[in-house]
């Protein structure tokens, strides 16, 4: 069975500095891998994937993340925050066939001026 | 193209009383989620459906929660009754049969008094 870890439950970060959330994975065949940000009563926006091929992925408001297979980690970085950053981060894994997303508990980004 | 629709967006109601939540897909696409995200969690699958048939409900409390996807397009859930422990928000999500990605409704916030 497959599970996501998100260590860091809160990151305050001040505006402009460099970012990471982490996440980790465990799943005994290959995985997708996924970031999702939410916003205050919105749903969940897909922030970037990982489905095969180049380990780093670039998404979107300049986010990007890099696939390591070996330590089973799929972080989240971003060089320079905004305060618009400011919300909730999922990370999840799914498997080729069942599409069934397992999500980690995410991490609540709080970028300050 | 429009997104995922769900509504109502906020019910609040008494413990033991019934509720139901509607969610209409992104045309075309023939798998549906639902989800529950109690809050600090990341959300948890609850039914998926592809077309108007349940590929997966392990995780359904079928004593209370009940869901159906008529003709293939929208859906609804409900809770009846409902426990103050039900108290999340309720997405919706869809996917296209060939693809990876999810895309999820706003969610309707719950709130059992």
Same mark, same amino acid.
């Given at each position: ?5 998100q ?7 001040? &505006?402009?500095?460099?970012?990471e959330l982490r996440c980790n ?8 891998? /996924?970031w ?13 994937? @990982? ?13 990007e993340a890099e696939f390591n297979?070996?330590q089973?980690s799929f972080h989240l970085r ?7 950053? #400011?919300?909730? @981060? /999922?990370c ?8 069934? @997303?397992? /999500?980690?508990?995410? #991490? *609540? ?5 | &193209? ?6 109502? *967006? ?10 139901? /939540? ?18 600090? !969690? ?5 039914? !998926? ?9 392990? !995780? ?7 869901? &159906? ?15 103050? &422990? ?8 869809? *996917? @296209?049969?060939?693809?990876?990605? !999810? ?5 309707? *916030?719950?709130?059992?008094?």
């Amino acid at each position: 069975a497959q599970s996501v870890t998100q260590l860091d439950s809160q990151v305050p970060v001040f &505006e402009e500095a460099p970012v990471e959330l982490r996440c980790n994975y465990s799943s005994s065949v290959s995985v997708y891998l /996924f970031w999702y940000v939410q916003y205050p009563n919105q749903g969940l926006q897909l922030l970037l994937k @990982y489905l095969s091929g180049s380990t780093l992925v670039k998404g979107i408001n300049g986010f990007e993340a890099e696939f390591n297979k070996s330590q089973t980690s799929f972080h989240l970085r971003k060089p320079s925050v905004h305060i618009s950053d #400011t919300a909730e @981060y /999922f990370c999840a894994v799914s498997t080729s066939g069942t599409y069934k @997303y397992i /999500f980690g508990t995410g #991490t *609540r980004l709080k970028v300050l001026a | &193209e429009a997104g995922v629709a769900q509504s109502p *967006r906020y019910k609040i109601i008494e413990k033991r009383q019934s509720v139901a /939540f509607w969610c209409n897909p992104i045309s075309g696409h023939a798998t549906l989620y639902w989800y529950q995200q109690i809050l600090g !969690q990341g959300p948890k699958l609850l039914i !998926q459906f592809q077309n108007n048939g349940v590929v997966d409900d392990s !995780q359904l409390p079928k004593d209370r929660f009940s869901a &159906e996807r008529l003709k293939g397009v929208d859906s609804t859930l409900k809770i009846q009754p409902a426990k103050l &422990e039900d108290s999340a928000v309720y997405l919706c999500a869809s *996917r @296209y049969s060939r693809a990876d990605t !999810q895309y999820f409704g706003p969610g309707t *916030r719950l709130t059992v008094l």
